[in-house]
């Protein structure tokens, strides 16, 4: 079963930026869509952002033009690049994996923002 570890969380100002990374494991990350998703308290989870297999990407409205997926094929990971973050941010972010077979869960990383 694939296993995907996301890191990169933290405790950053107002206006500050993070980089997650989120590793996954198996053969086919390449054909998969990879997401990144948020669940900040008392709140239902949210799609942030997703890229498919040819690096086409999507995005929730709230972070157009301040966040940035990517991924790299060789290293099997996907990124979120969070710039001109807001209070409003603060979640568990997640990485799922999904294709024709399966999809899959990281175990979440923890983004606060604050002054």
């Known amino acids: 079963q694939v296993q995907l570890v996301e890191s990169g969380g933290g405790l950053v100002q107002p206006g500050g930026s993070l980089r997650l990374s989120c590793a996954a494991s198996?053969?086919?990350?390449?054909?998969?869509?990879m997401g990144w998703y948020r669940q900040a308290p008392g709140k239902q989870r949210e799609l942030v952002a997703t890229i498919n297999s040819g690096g086409g990407t999507n995005y929730v409205d709230s972070v157009k033009g301040r966040f940035t997926i990517s991924r790299d094929n060789a290293k099997s990971t996907v990124y979120l690049q969070m710039n001109s973050l807001k209070p409003e941010d603060t979640a568990v972010y997640y990485c799922?994996?999904?294709?024709?077979?399966?999809?899959?869960w990281g175990q979440g990383t923890q983004v606060t923002v604050s002054s």
């Open positions: 799922k994996q999904s294709n024709h077979l399966w999809s899959s």
């Open positions: 198996g053969s086919i990350f390449s054909i998969s869509t």
